[in-house]
């Protein structure tokens, strides 16, 4: 695609729900990275990949966090037992590898209730 | 430890008044620094970053090392420029980026 996908781009859910998180990258990107971002901060890092492997996940807050890219292209973020703490937009980018600039996707907007 | 500080959350001039958003950082080697704008109901972008050292949009930043600052600044403000501003940092071998916590600023007609 043209740009950066993340779907859905809002997702309510309730406390103690599981959540999955799409993000489609730039195609030929070979790395992609999450990033959470809180009312009023600045996005957050959380996990990045290059191809399939997870290269640097010491952003997750938790083992409720997870996330996976088996192709080496689409990735899903996945927060299990979810807590009112974890609303927030879910930044997804990608970029040509290291060194290169990111293109963000649009966010995922997470509100639990 | 890292830490990259944008003192102001908000910021207001007047059309074709000079601009300037601070930004310093706390980086113990050598970083690579970078702001990104997010413009009303669109996607975060890169808008420069200091090892190209270019003008984007009217906008330049100079890294100084030895006050750890990276300040943006435009010297006519245009009201297209009001938008959020993130600087954010990224450490020498690392993958991800370290923002701060932004700047809006509204550029007043």
């Known amino acids: 695609g043209a740009g950066v996908s993340q779907t859905p781009s809002n997702k309510v859910t309730e406390k103690g729900k599981y959540v999955e998180l799409r993000c489609d990258p730039i195609?030929?990107?070979?790395?992609l990275y999450w990033y959470r971002q809180s009312l009023g901060q600045g996005p957050e890092f959380l996990i990045y990949?290059?191809?399939?492997?997870?290269?640097?996940d010491s952003g997750l807050p938790n083992d409720r966090f997870f996330a996976v890219r088996p192709e080496g292209s689409v990735s899903t973020l996945k927060i299990q037992r979810t807590e009112r703490g974890d609303s927030a937009v879910y930044l997804c980018?990608?970029?040509?590898?290291?060194?290169?600039?990111?293109?963000f996707g649009s966010g995922t907007r997470l509100t639990v209730v | 430890a890292q830490r990259v500080t944008q003192p102001e959350k908000l910021l207001s001039v007047f059309k074709g008044a000079p601009v300037e958003l601070k930004c310093n950082y706390s980086?113990?080697?050598?970083?690579?620094l970078f702001w990104y704008v997010q413009y009303s109901r669109q996607r975060l972008q890169l808008l420069l970053r200091?090892?190209s050292r270019e003008s984007i949009k009217g906008f330049t930043a100079d890294l100084n090392k030895g006050e750890t600052s990276f300040h943006l600044k435009k010297p006519f403000a245009q009201e297209e420029d009001s938008a959020m501003y993130y600087c954010?940092?990224?450490?020498?071998?690392?993958?991800?980026?370290?923002f701060g916590t932004g700047t809006r600023l509204t550029v007043i007609p």
């Open positions: 195609s030929g990107h070979t790395a």
């Open positions: 990949f290059q191809g399939t492997g997870a290269a640097d």
């Open positions: 980018a990608s970029s040509e590898g290291v060194g290169y600039g990111y293109t």
């Open positions: 200091h090892i």
């Open positions: 980086y113990s080697g050598s970083p690579e």
């Open positions: 954010a940092l990224k450490g020498s071998g690392a993958n991800n980026l370290f």
